[in-house]
């Protein structure tokens, strides 16, 4: 009896030394925050191209010529076709062969900037078309410009909807940057696989799991809040 | 075929369709500056979709032909000039409700006619104070009774100071306590020199401002005269059976 008690509390022990060893993760703290500042760098930078891409591509897609709203919407429906996983890879090791080279930064913001900018691009999309056609009537009526309806009329009425749909997509662009770390990325995540290998212990890839929780969280949180403010109907 | 030297508004051959739908069959109409124009007849005869055409809101026709003050209507460069010109007051409002009614009154003349911040609020309080506003200006339109945001929408209309202002059943969405505030601010609006075309069912306000009144049907301008020829006198059988439905019930 003793002894079986000795065994399932060392076994804890084990467990605990092997998952969550505070020495371990002490060690690799200061390596994972590095790893941190850069998925932040690449998720920032690539949500900031993605919105004004998308924003960019949805607006063009209601005034453009018919020719070039095709385009577009062959852009949108490729990018949220293929896999951000198959792309970064494309952009990273298959376009140096036709002489663009992008480093592992540049690689990961590209890919994650055509991806965002195509699923923002839909999110706007709708947003405009959620708006009453009166809306439109009305400005027209009163002489403004197009440019002018979108910026003064349209769009501060479009972002209020859109802002949860906006969100869920920043919170996709920042979990998708942990694909950075196959193109040599220094990224929490690689930081983390790096820490594993050289500590031997997993604790930094639950560290790492852990930050990213910490940085995503309240951000779902936000989303589940306005969806909820939204559904009501408020303003 | 040739436009009145008088006319400010000219319709010439106006046809509209959707798809196979005539909506409008080849209307001729001169409208001379200044005058107040009653558009009546059943639903679906076309009344909305003439004014809606006069600042091209509605796409027509292209043998069609329309001016306004010379210019012609199309699309095109040259239709942002005839907007400035053309005010319109519609159905349901229409105001931006993610501002206050001022910036509301504000927004086009600042944009259009590039007026300064100062000039353009003091001429919106001034309008505000004219359909009776004032003090709602810094409240927001889902604040505001029906006929509240209608008179709002007159001002903004009037704050491009328009040569037309065209208005698309601009009572029918309200409750019926509110249907005679706007008809006031209406009445005081014509006789000051803006030109007006109204779409209505206000049989007696129309009998009571119009210079005259059009009779649709169909698609088509059935008759036009003076509100005594139209109401008491209509030579058009079509006419007659319109206004004995809508008067006696």
């Known amino acids: 009896m003793l002894r079986r008690a000795a065994k399932g509390a060392s076994n804890g022990m084990n467990l605990i030394n092997t998952f969550f060893n505070v020495p371990v993760l002490v060690d690799s703290l200061p390596q994972l925050l590095w790893g941190l500042v850069v998925t932040l760098q690449i998720g920032v930078t690539s949500i900031l191209v993605g919105l004004a891409g998308g924003l960019f591509l949805a607006v063009s897609r209601l005034y453009a010529p018919a020719f070039a709203r095709l385009l577009i919407r062959g852009y949108v429906d490729i990018f949220r076709s293929i896999p951000l996983l198959v792309l970064l890879i494309v952009v990273y090791y298959a376009l140096p062969f036709v002489g663009i080279r992008l480093s592992p930064f540049m690689s990961a913001v590209t890919a994650l900037s055509l991806v965002s900018a195509a699923y923002t691009a839909e999110i706007f999309r709708a947003g405009i078309e959620a708006i009453p056609h009166g809306q439109f009537e009305a400005s027209a009526a009163l002489g403004l410009s197009n440019r002018h309806t979108m910026i003064d009329v349209i769009l501060p009425q479009a972002i209020r909807i859109v802002i949860p749909?906006?969100?869920?997509?920043?919170?996709?662009?920042?979990?998708d940057t942990a694909l950075a770390s196959v193109v040599a990325m220094p990224d929490l995540l690689k930081q983390a696989t790096q820490a594993q290998a050289l500590s031997a212990n997993p604790t930094p890839l639950i560290g790492a799991a852990l930050i990213y929780i910490a940085l995503l969280w309240p951000?779902?949180?936000?989303?589940?809040?306005?969806?909820?403010?939204?559904?009501?109907?408020?303003? | 075929m040739e436009t009145q030297a008088s006319s400010l508004i000219s319709v010439r051959g106006l046809t509209k369709a959707y798809g196979n739908f005539t909506v409008l069959h080849g209307i001729d109409l001169d409208i001379a500056e200044g005058e107040v124009v009653c558009v009546i007849g059943p639903s679906g005869s076309g009344k909305s979709t003439l004014i809606r055409c006069i600042n091209h809101l509605e796409a027509f026709a292209e043998e069609s032909r329309i001016t306004v003050d010379g210019i012609r209507v199309q699309p095109g460069p040259a239709l942002a000039k005839v907007r400035a010109e053309v005010g319109m007051v519609f159905q349901s409002f229409n105001l931006f409700p993610h501002?206050?009614?001022?910036?509301?009154?504000?927004?086009?003349?600042?944009?259009?006619?590039?007026?300064?911040?100062?000039?353009?609020?003091?001429?919106?309080?001034?309008?505000?104070?004219?359909?009776?506003?004032?003090?709602?200006?810094?409240?927001?339109?889902?604040?505001?009774?029906?006929?509240?945001?209608?008179?709002?929408?007159?001002?903004?209309?009037?704050?491009?100071?328009?040569?037309?202002?065209?208005?698309?059943?601009?009572?029918?969405?309200?409750?019926?306590?509110?249907?005679?505030?706007?008809?006031?601010?209406?009445?005081?609006?014509?006789?000051?020199?803006?030109?007006?075309?109204?779409?209505?069912?206000?049989?007696?306000?129309?009998r009571q401002v119009a210079d005259r009144v059009i009779f649709m049907d169909g698609g088509r301008l059935v008759e036009i005269g003076t509100p005594a020829e139209i109401f008491d006198t209509p030579r058009e059988e079509r006419t007659r059976g319109f206004l004995r439905a809508v008067l006696n019930h």
């Open chain 2, 99 to 206: 501002m206050s009614v001022l910036k509301n009154v504000m927004l086009a003349p600042m944009r259009v006619r590039k007026s300064t911040v100062p000039e353009a609020e003091r001429k919106a309080r001034e309008l505000l104070a004219r359909v009776g506003i004032s003090e709602q200006a810094e409240k927001f339109p889902g604040q505001l009774s029906g006929g509240q945001q209608q008179r709002v929408a007159i001002a903004r209309a009037l704050a491009m100071e328009p040569r037309v202002l065209l208005f698309d059943e601009p009572t029918s969405a309200l409750d019926p306590e509110m249907v005679g505030e706007v008809l006031d601010v209406m009445r005081k609006l014509a006789g000051t020199g803006v030109t007006m075309v109204i779409v209505t069912h206000e049989m007696g306000f129309a």
């Open chain 1, 165 to 175: 749909p906006l969100t869920n997509n920043c919170i996709n662009v920042m979990k």
């Open chain 1, 219 to 235: 951000m779902v949180a936000v989303v589940a809040r306005l969806e909820k403010h939204f559904s009501r109907g408020s303003r």
